[in-house]
């Protein structure tokens, strides 16, 4: 049995729901994990956001409007008036509930149940729809099996044992389907894996069933060798080994959610990425795949930040970099990447929240610059060491670019350089000249 997922896009309209009923039920017997229609997510925070700031009308008004959406949604995508009206049915009382939530005592907790009902409508729109169209799909909910631990981290061994059991009661089913995103916590409360968590859904449900595949559907044909919004004439990259797609899914590639990856490498299920517009189209198959000796692909991160600590202390001492680093721990800021000499460290950090705290502390050890606006470019391929040249070609590219940092050797995959974030487009060009048009 396979997994397959599909993203918001893949389920944005009457029209895509029905392609993708189209193409699982062709597909036969497997998992199929759906994010809510795109969109949705977005509106359902922004609902949420009106409820903590107590403007109970306002957030009503968004509510009736998201309703009045799903309800021209029905309209096109159900051809019976039977499966139209109980459609409307299933989806009076979602939005009915949202409603019951949306009070002035509203707080976190009711605003994870809110954010929970994209999926819970979503799925249940296209489990009706393949009802109507006679095929025998069932409907296991999320919250019956997906948890995550005290430490906010998915409970495995719970995951697994109540998934085998669901489908085992469902075991003359044609197709199942769930809810990506969505799961209880520790206390059994409804919660979620974080936004963009459907991807991690699908990767946690194959590792459960030890899948065959985990094929992850969007609206683009796998992942490219470079960002097609700011380069022209990328293509997509046909192979990628688990570490690879881990550094790219983190460095911005936004096809594939970074926590997607792990499950499904630990448990060495292979991961592949397609495409709705074009289901035959190969994609990107990410297992782990033999050394190529080649550099696959680029990615760039904005909106980080360099911070540099210069002390002679430094010199000959132990223990420097330790005191470094617990700084950023106790301020739960994690670093990015790093680069070292004698007398002085350099890390980035994405997350500024508590900025002025950190740089305050580091003041106690050394001298503190720091540069905002920057952009990590980083290059991915089969890098390990004994092979030669690549570095050459990379930094190469970059000669007319002001490089502020560069890492590499922290794993065989990749090179990382740090730039303004005003220089990023110019270097990803440049780089894609040469490294893949040469
Ligand atoms: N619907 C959720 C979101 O928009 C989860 C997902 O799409 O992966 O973040
Ligand atoms: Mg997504």
């Not at 296991?140 to 430490?151: G, K, W, Y």
């Not at 990259?237 to 688990?242: G, W």
């Not at 600590?309 to 000959?316: A, E, W």
Request: hydrophobic share 40%; glycine share 6%.
């Amino acid at each position: 049995m396979k997994v397959l997922k599909f993203g918001g896009t893949s389920v944005g309209s009457a029209a895509r729901i029905k392609e993708v009923a189209k193409l699982v039920t062709e597909r036969g017997k497997n998992i199929i994990v759906l994010s809510a229609m795109s969109g949705t997510t977005n509106t359902l925070v922004e609902i949420s956001d009106y409820l903590h700031k107590r403007n109970v009308d306002g957030a009503k008004e968004i509510v009736n409007q998201l309703e009045n959406k799903y309800r021209n949604v029905i309209d096109e995508l159900f051809a019976s008036d039977e499966y139209r009206e109980a459609a409307r049915k299933e989806i009076k009382a979602i939005f009915n509930y949202i409603r019951s939530l949306s009070t002035d005592k509203f707080s976190y907790f009711e605003e994870r149940e809110i954010l929970a009902q994209g999926e819970l409508i979503s799925t249940n729109l296209l489990n009706l729809y393949l009802h109507e169209q006679s095929v025998d799909s069932v409907l296991l909910s999320a919250l019956e099996f997906m948890r995550t631990d005290n430490n906010g981290e998915p409970d495995s061994s719970y995951i697994r044992s109540r998934l085998h059991a669901q489908l085992e009661k469902h075991s003359d089913a044609a197709i199942y389907l769930t809810q990506g995103y969505i799961c209880r916590n520790a206390f059994g409360e409804v919660d979620n894996l974080q936004r963009g968590g459907s991807d991690y859904t699908a990767s946690l449900i194959g590792a459960a069933i030890g899948a065959e595949e985990i094929e992850i559907w969007t609206d683009i044909d796998g992942m490219h060798n470079n960002d097609p919004r700011y380069v022209e004439g990328t293509s997509p990259v046909s192979e990628l080994h688990f570490d690879e797609a881990a550094e790219l899914a983190y460095f911005g590639a936004k096809i594939l959610h970074p926590t997607c990856v792990l499950p499904a490498k630990l448990n060495n299920i292979p991961v592949r990425l397609l495409n709705t517009m074009q289901p035959d189209a190969k994609g990107t198959l990410i297992y782990n795949c033999p050394s190529s000796h080649t550099i696959k692909a680029v990615a760039a991160k904005d909106n980080i930040t360099a911070i540099k600590i210069k002390s002679g202390r430094m010199l000959l001492a132990y223990g420097f970099l330790r005191k470094v680093f617990e700084i950023f721990e106790s301020y739960q800021t994690s670093i990015d990447m790093i680069t070292t000499s004698e007398v002085g460290v350099s890390v980035t950090i994405d997350n500024t929240r508590n900025l002025h705290l950190i740089l305050d502390d580091l003041k106690k050890f050394g001298t503190v610059t720091v540069d905002h606006d920057m952009a990590i470019i980083c290059v991915v391929g089969d890098l390990e060491w004994h092979n030669t040249g690549f570095e050459t070609k990379t930094l190469k590219a970059m000669d007319t670019i002001p490089v502020r940092m560069i890492s590499y050797g922290g794993s065989n995959y990749n090179i990382s350089m740090l730039v303004r974030q005003s220089d990023k487009i110019n270097a990803l060009n440049a780089l894609q000249k040469a490294l893949f048009n040469d």
